[in-house]
């Protein structure tokens, strides 16, 4: 099979796997983000009357974003749909991550909607997630960065090689 189409049933599967245990209600509707290479859109479904609430993207003259495919303009479309739901009366949100990982734009969209008052994700297990990654990066054996070159064991004190012509 093509390699495209296993990539997009592998996206699919992960869409549905994401959202058979999420239900969007008017009290609190199902925030559904959608990221692609040069935007990010999200919106609010409410999937009870089959409706979308309200909407924020990065696409247009009325986004005021000089580039959409940034964790800038995804902070600013988060903001954006946070205040569109205030102006509707709405507080919570269950949030859909779709077929994507939630980290990079994605993640950084569910903080800026979190601050602005948009309650869909804990704030605080991200801030931590986040500080944890860098010890975890050192846990695992990287090169630290800050590391100058030339420091270490020097070359050519390793294992001594055995004398071949001498037994034991």
Known sequence: MNTQKLKA????????????????????PRLSVHRSNLHISAQLIDDLNGVTVAAATSVGKGSGLKHGGNIEAARAVGQKIAEAAKAKGITKAQ???????????????????TEAGLVCTDVEAVKAKQAAAPVAEKAEGKPKADKPKGEGKPKGEGKKPADKGEKK
Request: net charge positive.
């Open 95 to 113: 949030f859909d991550r779709g077929p994507f990982r939630f980290h990079g734009r994605i993640a950084a969209l569910a903080v800026a909607a």
């Open 9 to 28: 049933k592998r996206a699919e599967r992960r869409r549905f796997r994401v959202r058979k245990s999420m239900y969007g209600t008017p009290q609190q």
